[in-house]
């Protein structure tokens, strides 16, 4: 059985970017909110399942400064082939999010997730997640979460799924981190499907 790191190369390698189930052609909903963050362009930016997204762009493009963490480090060298150009604003990170992040990473102001955290299905793992974003984020930062919603599907690129409500995103964060926005929000993906998921923005204290 492969693992969960061969698992994701063999399909960021066979796969090409706008046939992928989760593909965006613009991120215009994840910009939606990081816009209602205070002066998001100076920030230090943190995506622990980076992929190909054209997020990634996006925010070069406005000048933030990047951490890109992915599972696959076939996805990793897909956008380090694309963006060569500006290395200087990200830090690389190839490492299972579920697990403990490596020292000397620099603090981040924003960490946004756009279908990583529901991959994670065993309690373990998921509990290694919001640790790890406790650990990352800076006090005052802001966390962006867009996983399935309760309404979404039960798999995803051959793999279970933990679908998510926004009080479950809350208990999970804690008394420290405030709910600031949240929707439903349905994406059609690239085969015509719709995919429900839930937004939530929220800041820590």
């Known amino acids: 059985m492969p693992t969960l790191k061969q698992h994701w190369n063999a399909i960021f390698a066979a796969t090409a970017d706008p046939q992928l189930g989760w593909y965006e052609g613009n991120a215009a909903q994840t910009l939606k909110f990081l816009d209602l963050i205070p002066h998001p362009d100076a920030a230090t930016i943190f995506l622990p399942g980076a992929g190909t997204s054209v997020l990634v762009a996006e925010l070069l493009s406005r000048g933030s400064r990047l951490i890109l963490n992915d599972i696959s480090d076939e996805a990793l060298q897909k956008l380090k082939h694309w963006r060569g150009d500006l290395q200087d604003q990200v830090t690389w990170l190839c490492a ?20 990583v955290l529901h991959f994670l299905v065993d309690e373990a793992d998921i509990e290694g997640y919001f640790h790890n974003l406790r650990v990352a984020l800076r006090p005052g930062g802001y966390a962006l979460l867009a996983e399935f919603s309760m309404a979404g599907a039960m798999q995803c690129a051959g793999l279970g799924v933990h679908r998510y409500s926004v009080e ?7 008394a420290g981190f405030a709910l600031i926005q949240h929707e439903d929000y349905t994406f059609i993906n690239p085969a015509g499907d719709p995919r429900p998921y839930i937004y939530a923005l929220f800041r820590r204290s």
């Open 96 to 115: 299972d999010i579920s697990k403990p992040l490596p020292a000397g990473l620099p603090l981040a102001d924003i960490w946004i997730d756009r279908a």
């Open 168 to 174: 479950e995103l809350c208990a999970r964060l804690g």
